[in-house]
């Protein structure tokens, strides 16, 4: 089946230890997101790639960086985590020109010590 | 610029009973419409989605949604939830020929026996 995956799960780190969350899709889709979302609210836009091309979201912090180095695959850096960053990271892909409609991954829960 | 209103921030419900989870928006332009829903610990789920055409839309799990452009609405009904229903579900709308999501800030619904 053609889908979202995200690795890992799960990811503990200590603050101030940069990590990297991975997504990969099976769906060729041109379009990948990453989000974030705390407890209880809405997923929020950290940024996208449109093929090769970045979109920052204007209020994502400097501290979030972001790779694509294939259409299949793209990374989420957080360079020095604190423990506000603690959260579910959600990536997502659509198909450009279409409905965007957007096809989510189960996600990664971060926990920052 | 387009937003997402979701009043009900919780709904709870007895199982086989109806429920109606409610969502406004607005836009200055012509926007696509969803629903989502989100299980604890997982990533988002397309319920069903409006593009255009019939206004009554069907969608899984027995879940459909009405487009009323006149009230700018688009709300999620069940006739009878199930236990497994329980979950947080998001109304979101994309801006036709942009590629984002907003999205509503939730509503968390609650089945009881």
């Known amino acids: 089946d053609a889908m979202v995956i995200q690795n890992p799960r799960y990811q503990v780190t200590q603050f101030g230890k940069p990590v990297t969350l991975s997504c990969s899709q099976t769906?060729?889709?041109?379009?990948m997101y990453w989000y974030q979302q705390k407890s209880s609210q809405a997923p929020k836009l950290l940024f996208h790639y449109y093929d090769k091309d970045f979109n920052n979201e204007a209020d994502t912090p400097d501290n979030f960086q972001s790779r694509r180095p294939n259409t299949s695959f793209c990374f989420l850096d957080i360079r020095s985590p604190g423990l506000g960053d603690a959260a579910m990271y959600l990536c997502?892909?659509?198909?450009?020109?279409?409905?965007?409609?957007?096809?989510f991954g189960p996600g990664t829960r971060l926990t920052v010590l | 610029a387009q937003s997402v209103t979701q009043l009900d921030s919780q709904v709870p419900v007895f199982e086989e009973a109806p429920v109606e989870l409610r969502c406004n928006y607005s836009?200055?332009?012509?926007?696509?419409l969803f629903w989502y829903v989100q299980y604890p610990n997982q990533g988002l789920q397309l319920l069903l989605k409006y593009l255009s055409g019939s206004t009554l839309v069907k969608g899984i799990n027995g879940f459909e949604a009405e487009f009323n452009k006149s009230q700018t609405s688009f709300h999620l009904r069940k006739p009878s939830v199930h236990i497994s229903d329980t979950a947080e579900y998001f109304c979101?709308?994309?801006?036709?020929?942009?590629?984002?999501?907003?999205f509503g800030t939730g509503t968390r619904l609650l089945v009881s026996p």
């Open positions: 979101a709308v994309s801006p036709t020929g942009f590629q984002k999501l907003v």
């Open positions: 997502a892909t659509s198909l450009a020109g279409g409905s965007n409609e957007q096809f």
């Open positions: 836009s200055s332009v012509s926007v696509y």
């Open positions: 769906l060729n889709h041109n379009v």
